[in-house]
């Protein structure tokens, strides 16, 4: 189940909000400019499913973003937990960065803890299947898929290099929960 944590940002033990309500998250996100919607499949995926047949089953929802945020290129990540570089790919994403592009991903299945630092606040969002969420260029954040990832996720770019990312040289991603 998607769930929203919010903290001070130098108050990692304590939160000020904790809801997995959806409606709940959409409008604390969307109060700071943090894009969260649910997507459904335009037909059933098989377990297996490539990724011509998962990027066609969410093809109207992919397309809408493409026009409306100037997207040039969408693909799917998939992630399990016997994946031999699984510790490499996980530690890349665990340190706060930006991006000079939105960094969005919609979740086919399986879950991640995405992290945004923003306004003197930490929101800690677990996605999951079905969830899209849309972090704007520019915000610091960080992405933890946990020691044992299971996810599917498509990603959706304007730069045609695909995921780009920009260190802030802060620590505060190792002083809050991890995704275990």
């Known amino acids: 189940m998607s769930e929203l944590t919010v903290f001070n940002e130098g108050e990692s033990q304590s939160h000020q909000i904790r809801t997995r309500d959806f409606d709940a998250i959409r409008r604390e996100l969307d109060s700071v400019g943090i894009r969260f919607e649910r997507w ?3 037909q059933p995926l098989k377990p297996g499913a490539s990724q011509a047949e998962i990027l066609e089953a969410y093809r109207d929802s992919v397309e809408r ?24 790919l996980r530690n890349k994403f665990l340190n706060e960065h930006t991006h000079t592009e ?6 086919v299945e399986g879950q991640g803890l995405f992290s945004i630092h923003k306004g003197g606040r930490v929101f800690n969002v677990l996605c999951e299947k079905g969830d899209l969420i849309g972090v704007p260029d520019g915000t610091p954040h960080w ?14 770019f304007t730069n045609t290099e695909g995921w780009v990312a920009h260190h802030t040289g802060s620590d505060i991603a190792s002083r809050f929960p991890r995704f275990e």
């Open 40 to 42: 459904e499949a335009r």
């Open 65 to 88: 973003l493409k026009q409306e945020r100037g997207f040039k290129t969408a693909d799917v990540l998939s992630m399990v937990p016997d994946h031999p570089d699984k510790a490499a």
């Open 102 to 107: 939105d960094e969005v991903r919609f979740f």
């Open 143 to 156: 992405f933890d898929m946990g020691p044992q990832p299971r996810f599917t996720a498509i990603r959706l």
